[in-house]
């Protein structure tokens, strides 16, 4: 996500006029969301396998894992959100050369694709600092 938000995203703006620019990032963003399913998939069953196989159920487990399930449950819904919403009205205006409301589509995304950054930033740090806190 840092890379398609801070290095991708602002050489595409600068290089590439609307009617390129556009096609291009939603191919682009059509090929990245593919590995975030797969990530998704993998991290609710490798989490919910940690919660319930090795800690014994919710109620054993510590408040570090409480606090990222809450987390990746935002971040979850977060991304269904850009896949069937924005996502699908970039792709549907760049099929009409509606460029101006594909711009504002991918705007959107990058808002929320910002937001879940910096949710998996938190995610990080509260999993290395959960480690040290006991209560």
Do not use: D
């Not at 991708?8 to 969301?33: D, H, I, T, W």
């Not at 510590?62 to 269904?80: D, E, K, R």
């Not at 760049?94 to 504002?104: N, R, T, V």
């Amino acid at each position: 996500m840092f890379f398609a938000h801070n290095a991708l995203r602002p050489v595409a703006n600068a290089l590439l006029e609307p009617p390129v620019r556009l096609p291009f990032m939603s191919q682009v963003l059509g090929r990245f969301f593919v590995w975030v399913w797969t990530a998704i998939i993998v991290l609710w069953v490798t989490g919910l396998w940690i919660i319930f196989g090795f800690y014994g159920g919710m109620a054993k487990t510590p408040l570090s894992a409480h606090l990222m399930l809450g987390v990746a449950t935002i971040m979850t819904v977060i991304f269904c959100y850009i896949f069937v919403i924005p996502y699908s009205r970039l792709r549907e205006a760049i099929s009409l050369h509606h460029f101006p409301e594909a711009g504002q589509h991918l705007a959107v995304i990058r808002k929320l694709i910002a937001t879940n950054l910096l949710l998996g930033i938190g995610t990080t740090v509260i999993a290395t600092v959960g480690k040290y806190y006991s209560g």
